[in-house]
């Protein structure tokens, strides 16, 4: 079946104290974007990419693919207002009848083996979200009573990406009017009726939010190149 | 008023795919263990340690002390079947009209801001447990159904330690029996009829659990040396 990746880098990166998106920020003197984009270009020769990227910065998008890559298999749009009005623009580049992968630029060691399985999976049920255990115990707040209340970690899993879907259900779920609920993908998808099937995400597949996590990733990675 | 530290490295670290518990790997040179107890002996003059060391491990315990600090302000005790046990334990060689800490050993980048912080806020309204915002969404698993269900991220929260209590509360909690949702001590502090107030905690106070945490405890750790 057809792949596409939509990749979502469309965030101005508030959060990272650093003019630059946390996206183009290096890691082993290679962009963020970089690794991404190789890992899924990797995992599949038919697999196509669509790179949101934040309008501001597109110019720097396209400077990495000029540097590593080729635009044979690469289209790039803009970034919109949320994540949601991103990954809109990026399926008007997809075609149907395909299997869609939707994945933050900024978790940039995501593994071959998750993107293949997530394949697999949302081949045969329609949509694969990768989840982790938390290693800490988790609490809900409840505001109304400033109360907070411990929940069964047993039952708590925590959200990765590549969210990956069967474009019969993805195209015609991004067709909703946004709601501010729409957090990812997977609730995208929840409010047009349907269930969300999880699969096995990975430790390592972390997403790079501030300064430190770029420290981490370099060690995560220097890790992988000696294993 | 008196402070005690329950440094709880009662573990055997069976995830960690190490013969050596977690607690004694080295991080730059020195054991995860060393960190954990400087910090604490640092931030309070009169701080008292009490250390929960696995029995089988208690020799190599012993010798971060001998290496590291003395015997002046750390008393040794063994851990039990559970955590619980182990706190409990710990909690035998505390005395009355104190703040305790209840720490775990493996999160050995704790800040002395935060403990002090944890020491004001327990001082005040008898309980300090520190949680940071998950990066990532959330979901619940209702395992009845096979079906999961995104929670509200802005209510969520991950607990860490030190989880720091009025000993007129904590000491009286543990004389409960043993149930098992006592997953730390907040829970065992609800279990008592009380309700646990939450501060702000720290990303960098990450709990060891995986050869690549210590990659990235050495990581954190060097950008705190150069800051």
Redesign the interface.
Same mark, same amino acid.
């Given at each position: 079946m057809k792949k596409y990746a939509i990749i979502v880098a469309g965030g101005t990166g508030r959060r990272m104290g650093s003019a630059m998106p946390k996206q183009f920020l290096l890691l082993h003197d290679k962009p963020v974007l970089y690794y991404t984009l190789k890992t899924f270009l990797e995992a599949y020769e038919d697999l196509q990419i669509v790179l949101v990227l934040p309008e501001d910065y597109s110019d720097i998008g396209k400077e990495v693919i000029d540097a590593y890559f080729d635009y044979s298999r690469i289209q790039v749009t803009f970034g919109g207002e949320t994540r949601f009005h991103s990954v809109q623009n990026g399926l008007q580049l997809v075609e149907d009848e395909s299997i869609i992968f939707v994945h933050d630029a900024v978790r940039c060691l995501v593994s071959l083996d998750l993107i293949r399985e997530c394949y697999e999976h949302a081949s045969i049920m329609g949509t694969a979200v990768p +989840?982790i255990r938390? *290693?800490? #115990?988790?609490?809900? %707040?409840?505001?109304e009573n400033n109360?907070?209340?411990? %929940?069964?970690?047993?039952?708590? +899993?925590?959200?990765?990406t590549p969210q990956t879907f069967h474009s019969k259900i993805l195209l015609p779920a991004f067709k909703i009017d946004y709601k501010e609920?729409f957090?990812?993908e /997977?609730?995208v998808v929840?409010s047009f009726g349907l *269930?969300?099937s %999880?699969i096995e995400g990975e !430790?390592?597949n972390i *997403?790079i939010?501030?300064p #430190?996590d770029l %420290?981490?990733a370099? /060690?995560?990675l /220097? !890790?992988l190149k000696e294993s």
């Open positions: +989840v938390p *290693k800490d #115990s988790i609490r809900l %707040l409840n505001e109360d907070n209340e411990v %929940l069964d970690r047993n039952k708590v +899993v925590m959200v990765q609920q957090t990812d /997977a609730t929840e *269930k969300i %999880l !430790e390592n *997403k939010t501030r #430190s %420290l981490i370099e /060690a995560l /220097a !890790e």
